[in-house]
């Protein structure tokens, strides 16, 4: 955790007036990501598995889907750049038009019925409400970096026994694209499997889900209308406020299984 | 508030089992910014305000300071688009630079010494700590969309006395750049002021307040190390997880008085 904090000086107020002491606060790094040679986009970020970032963040911008794609991911920590090449080139248009149309909080200009169609998953995986709530708990104990901090997001993978990956991030976006960046650069599959996130969910948290093919999508935090919409249309089971007991089931209910 | 949020049916899970309900939550808005007939972005946003929003933007982006730059503001609420004319143009070209490098999760580029000279605030405002207490508060409780779905963040802007202005988006960014956005369309002045959010404080955040000159920013969140760096650049008071009686100030802290 060292690389993601740092302590520093600060002034406490109590009920006894002020005080001299320390507090532990996340790092937050400009990582420049550079495809092909050409610089694509500097991301504020956890400071930790920037390659699984930079792939990530390629993914969810649709502009790769799997390993065999990719030549080589070079980490520069020093200058604060992953450099990923391609086998295959892309127009410095279509670039440029990908990052402003799309990109972070930019991104409901790609969804049409036909985005609806490809993205739409199949899975029957189910998963009993019980495993939801115990899946949840074990996301929470696991976020040493906000326990310490209080300023990240987390995100993990799961099948229906077990947390396989798990990411912190000061940003809720880069948190799940450090997981499909893992996923792609080890070839691990994320069909039939489900993703838990600390974050709100929007409508572009359900369509890097679905460009994953993940069936279920668990979250501690409220959705939006669009997250919902999206979820319905793209056939995606959607759960949100997991607290205690308790939990929201707002799209595609089936796959969660009760006694009662 | 109820072009912010909807009613959706749900399936809700507690120790009984499932049962159909309701639930509200925040609705989602694709808005997009044309400058001087030039389509510049498209913000996820809560549909209220979006003349503001858009002023903000701007603002934030570097490319308005004042009112009397503007020459018309025409908000479509069909489209889902708001038309900005200024008096003076701006090439194409730095219209992209900006939106690719800056933007939101895109900010350090542009820090460099130089910005931290024409950003630093100056101000000799102080404020007791029980009145920061106070407004945070009275903040918490002016946030009715939060407390109806829990999928927005909330700003408000302040002077030592009282709340003047208070937003509430589903972007952390866009509610403070509704606040400004506000400030600019109405001329209220931002110096010597305060400003409260929910959210987190990164480098980003402080970049935008300093731009308005605001000496003092508190946040029931937790800053990143880059936010304090800024707060003590740029001479302004970051004050942060404010609690009950307690706060952390992590910059400039002789602007909060205590009798202590």
Tied chains: 1, 2.
């Excluded at 990052?99 to 739409?120: A, D, H, M, N, V």
């Excluded at 996130?197 to 993940?214: D, H, N, P, Y």
């Amino acid at each position: 955790m060292e690389k993601e904090v740092e302590s520093l000086p600060i002034v406490r107020v109590t009920e006894e007036g002020k005080s001299q002491s320390e507090d532990t606060v996340v790092r937050e790094f400009p990582l420049t990501i550079v495809l092909n040679n050409q610089e694509l986009v500097t991301l504020l970020c956890s400071p930790r598995d920037l390659d699984y970032l930079a792939i990530g963040f390629l993914a969810s911008e649709g502009l790769i889907k799997s390993q065999d794609e990719i030549k080589q991911v070079t980490v520069n920590d020093q200058v604060g750049a992953v450099h990923v090449t391609t086998k295959k080139g892309f127009s410095g248009e279509l670039l440029l038009k990908r990052l402003i149309t799309s990109g972070c909080g930019r991104g409901t200009s790609f969804y049409s019925p036909t985005t609806q169609q490809e993205l739409k998953v199949e899975s029957n995986i189910s998963l009993p409400a019980p495993k939801v709530m115990a899946m949840v708990k074990e996301f929470q104990q696991r976020s040493q970096v906000f326990q310490a901090t209080g300023g990240v997001h987390s995100a993990a993978l799961a099948d229906s026994q077990n947390i396989i990956l798990f990411q912190e991030d000061i940003g809720r976006h880069n948190a799940i694209d450090k997981i499909f960046g893992e996923c792609i650069l080890k070839d691990i599959p994320t069909r039939d499997r489900i993703i838990i996130t600390s974050g709100r969910i929007s409508s572009e948290i359900l369509l890097k889900i679905a460009k994953r093919g993940v069936p279920i999508l668990i979250s501690k935090s409220a959705p939006t209308n669009l997250g919902v919409k999206l979820a319905h249309d793209l056939g995606v089971t959607l759960i949100g406020f997991v607290r205690g007991q308790r939990m929201n089931i707002y799209a595609n209910e089936w796959r969660v299984a009760t006694d009662g």
